[in-house]
Nanobody, 124 residues
Framework: QVQLVESGGGLVQAGGSLRLSCAAS????????MGWFRQAPGKEREFVAAISQSGGSTYYADSVRGRFAISRDNAKNTVNLQMNSLKPDDTAVYYCAASPSWAPVPRIDAYNYWGQGTQVTVSS
């Protein structure tokens, strides 16, 4: 059982930046591809970014490509999401998730473990 805890959310003005972190209880986090998803009020949960087990491959949703960057430190069992040039449309609860896949995957059903989420609010 992998336990994931997100942190770093908050309120920021449009154009600002936030860095989300996901801490995992699993010492062998390098066995999982990791992903970030988000869910805005009244909308379905959607894919944001994913990273392979080794960290050598990443994948982004079109809506965030060029603004967000996912990274991981397997030695520290953490995954980060650097979010720049934030827009009001980025407002959502952001979730960290772990998948037994080797490669980064954008599908929600590929992920077995989920964190509780952290709120990101971008004001205009």
């Amino acid at each position: 059982q992998v336990q994931l805890v997100e942190s770093g959310g908050g309120l920021v003005q449009a154009g600002g930046s936030l860095r989300l972190s996901c801490a995992a209880s699993e010492r062998t986090l390098n066995k999982y591809a990791m992903g970030w998803f988000r869910q805005a009020p009244g909308k379905e949960r959607e894919f944001v970014a994913a990273i392979s087990q080794s960290g050598g491959s990443t994948y982004y949703a079109d809506s965030v490509r060029g603004r967000f960057a996912i990274s991981r430190d397997n030695a520290k069992n953490t995954v980060n999401l650097q979010m720049n040039s934030l827009k009001p449309d980025d407002t959502a609860v952001y979730y960290c998730a772990a998948s037994p896949s080797w490669a980064p995957v954008p599908r929600i059903d590929a992920y077995n473990y989920w964190g509780q989420g952290t709120q990101v609010t971008v004001s205009s």
